[in-house]
């Protein structure tokens, strides 16, 4: 996926924008809402702008480095937990579907929300809570939906970097231990990078193709495709964790057809590492 661009005027706008919006006295309906809209849309361009001028998403809010005044202020009225995920390499149909922000009060008394795609929707109490509640069924979905996005984006990077031949950016998208098909676990870092070295070594894997034909978990593999023996389950959870996703891939390896691939992916703090491949 193609990085967005932002002029620097556009960036400049919604920069400024923020520094001179004056908050609106609550109970204006309508007109509240506009003006709420407005700021959501410039926060976004920040949140944007921030990711085409340090090649990452932000983390948190403080990142975006604005106004005090503006930070307090979007602290006060919005929920900002969900911030980091990319907005350049993560798919539309995802984004759409994945809360950014939303109004603190939304889950019970209605209010706005804004999604990854920039969209921004008022939504009732009940809608609200079904997609963002706090602690319940609704919460663990809107999670589950981003999980999968920042699982997608871990393997849609690795293998994009894989057939540049580009080891440093493997090495970035990869973390320890690292799961492998045939071997121990590597457990250190100048041995994973040896082993990814091999392999981008052994072929020209300039014109593969990989389509992601699911994300789930490991219990839920098991589920659908059989048991692991107590060995692969206990290799594979030992480089997993708790909070992870199980990439199932078709690889089209030019010249010698396609092939079944699972990526592992461990999730922590907002980031999604590869951690395994077989």
């Known amino acids: 996926m193609q990085r967005p661009t932002l002029g620097r005027s556009a960036i400049l706008t919604a920069l400024l924008f923020l520094a001179a919006a004056i908050p609106v006295a609550p109970g204006q309906g309508a007109k509240e809402d506009e003006v709420k809209k407005a700021r959501l849309s410039a926060l976004y361009r920040a949140y944007q702008a921030y990711e085409i001028a340090n090649g990452k998403p932000a983390k948190v809010i403080e990142d975006l480095a604005l106004a005090k005044d503006d930070e307090k202020e979007f602290k006060r009225w919005l929920k900002l937990d969900e911030l980091g995920l990319s907005l350049a390499e993560g798919k539309k149909e995802d984004l759409k579907k994945i809360v950014i922000v939303y109004e603190k009060e939304a889950p019970k008394e209605g209010g706005l929300v804004m999604f990854y795609d920039g969209s921004v929707q008022k939504l009732s109490a009940a809608a609200a809570a079904k997609l963002v509640g706090r602690g319940g069924d609704a919460d663990t979905q809107e999670r589950g939906a981003k999980s999968d996005a920042l699982a997608k984006e871990a393997v849609e990077q690795f293998f994009k970097a894989f057939k540049a031949k580009d080891l440093e950016a493997l090495m970035k998208g990869a973390d320890i231990p690292f799961c492998r098909e045939g071997g121990k676990n590597l457990a250190k870092r100048e041995d994973l990078k040896q082993f990814l070295q091999k392999a981008l ?57 396609k092939h079944k691939v699972l990526f592992f992916i461990r999730l922590q703090e907002g980031e999604a590492k590869v951690v395994g491949i077989i």
Request: hydrophobic share 30%; charged share 45%; aromatic share 4%.
């Open 201 to 257: 070594d052994r072929r020209d894997p300039s014109k593969d193709s990989m389509r992601i034909a699911r994300v789930t978990t490991l219990p839920k593999l098991e589920e659908a495709e059989g048991k692991f023996t107590e060995a692969e389950r206990k290799t594979v959870e030992t480089v997993l964790g708790k909070d992870h996703r199980v990439v199932k891939v078709e690889w089209d390896r030019h010249g010698e057809g």
